[in-house]
């Protein structure tokens, strides 16, 4: 089954690159179509995204560095890593970043009032599903990521970059790019308490 295999080759590719085949045009494409056909309830499109490629990229992970830098003005060995590893992310070709329409959701609680306090939690739910799907489509075409969230820490520096609408929560980023580095052996663990069978 291609489907679970596509599954089993997911993983966190934390070393990025730019040394990838596709162009930025083929791999919106990709991202555009996980958007379209992923999941959500009652097929409204709650979740939304930014693909950022070259400057705009290494924008998003320069303003992280620099409130992380603020944040952690005392703590210079725990900067120091943190720097390391964004630095990683810089290195890659672009970032996706994850959307919630908190608009779109609360129009939803008021027209189907039965299930208002559901949609919260469906539409975290579609998030998800798509940053799985756009993950797994990503490394079908050999370009690793990984799933960060630096929110809300980043939320207002990103939004006043992108000049993103008030009603959009940012719920992650993905930077993306080629595979440098293969990583460690996943460790698959006994899933038996976790499934049951009748």
């Given at each position: 089954?291609?489907?679970?295999?596509?599954?089993?080759?997911?993983?966190?590719?934390?070393?990025?690159?730019?040394?990838?085949?596709?162009?930025n045009?083929?791999?919106t494409?990709?991202?555009?179509?996980?958007?379209?056909?992923?999941?959500?309830?009652?097929?409204?499109?709650?979740?939304?995204?930014?693909?950022?490629?070259?400057?705009?990229?290494?924008?998003?992970?320069?303003?992280?560095?620099?409130?992380?830098?603020?944040?952690?003005?005392?703590?210079?060995?725990?900067?120091?890593?943190?720097?390391?590893?964004?630095?990683?992310f810089?290195?890659g070709?672009?970032?996706?970043?994850?959307?919630?329409?908190?608009?779109i959701?609360?129009?939803?609680?008021?027209?189907?009032?039965?299930?208002?306090?559901?949609?919260?939690?469906?539409?975290?739910?579609?998030n998800?599903?798509?940053?799985?799907?756009?993950?797994?489509?990503?490394?079908?075409?050999?370009?690793?990521?990984?799933?960060?969230?630096?929110?809300?820490?980043?939320?207002?520096?990103?939004?006043?970059l992108?000049?993103?609408?008030?009603?959009?929560?940012?719920?992650?980023?993905?930077?993306?790019?080629?595979?440098?580095?293969?990583?460690?052996?996943?460790?698959?663990e006994?899933?038996?308490?976790?499934?049951?069978?009748?």
């Amino acid at each position: 089954m291609e489907f679970l295999q596509a599954l089993k080759n997911r993983r966190s590719i934390y070393n990025l690159g730019t040394n990838v085949t596709l162009s930025n045009e083929e791999i919106t494409s990709i991202i555009s179509d996980c958007l379209k056909y992923s999941p959500s309830a009652f097929n409204y499109p709650t979740t939304n995204v930014i693909i950022a490629f070259g400057e705009k990229h290494q924008q998003i992970w320069q303003i992280t560095t620099d409130i992380l830098k603020e944040k952690l003005a005392k703590k210079e060995e725990t900067f120091a890593v943190a720097q390391n590893k964004i630095n990683k992310f810089k290195a890659g070709v672009g970032t996706i970043l994850f959307f919630e329409d908190t608009e779109i959701i609360n129009e939803l609680k008021e027209t189907y009032a039965m299930y208002a306090e559901n949609f919260s939690t469906w539409s975290n739910q579609a998030n998800g599903m798509l940053q799985n799907n756009i993950w797994t489509a990503l490394s079908q075409v050999n370009i690793g990521a990984n799933l960060q969230h630096y929110n809300p820490l980043i939320d207002d520096k990103i939004k006043e970059l992108f000049s993103i609408p008030d009603t959009w929560k940012l719920t992650a980023q993905m930077p993306f790019g080629s595979i440098e580095a293969q990583p460690n052996k996943k460790y698959i663990e006994d899933i038996s308490t976790r499934l049951k069978i009748y």
